[in-house]
């Protein structure tokens, strides 16, 4: 079973891969599937600045094209410590459901835990 600890450091070892030569503000996140499988992200910045995506869009995309669908919980860490997901990825993430869990902090001793709930409270979904 997977503590948010863990999720925690391996966002932070994926960090090391993120490519921010632009803001230098480097990230990485680790989203944990309801199966248990991890799917890191970075961010991935581009000379074109608006093509960027963030590191839990990342972490999101490529575990949805691996056929997931419902997460737990997301790690998300910043080289320069705590972030907090930007709007966008706020949306996107609550697409996937209301109940991820958001964690974060400056190191693994002092984790911040929310949910997307609390960070968008009234997200837009389509009624399908
Ligand atoms: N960024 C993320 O990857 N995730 C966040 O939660 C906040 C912002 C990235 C986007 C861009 O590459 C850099 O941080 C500065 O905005």
Do not use: W
């Amino acid at each position: 079973m997977i503590q948010d600890r863990d999720l925690y450091l391996m966002a932070k070892e994926a960090l090391k891969n993120a490519y921010a030569p632009f803001s230098k503000f480097t990230v990485g996140a680790a989203l944990l599937s309801e199966t248990g499988e991890v799917f890191t992200g970075v961010n991935v910045e581009n000379s074109s600045l608006g093509a960027t995506i963030c590191a839990e869009r990342t972490a999101f995309v490529k575990a949805v094209s691996e056929g997931k669908r419902k997460f737990s919980a997301i790690a998300v860490v910043s080289g320069e410590g705590a972030v907090l997901p930007c709007g966008i990825c706020r949306q996107f993430m609550f697409e996937f459901g209301d109940d991820l869990r958001i964690i974060t902090g400056d190191d693994a001793d002092h984790l911040k835990v929310y949910t997307i709930k609390e960070l968008l409270p009234e997200g837009f979904r389509l009624t399908t």
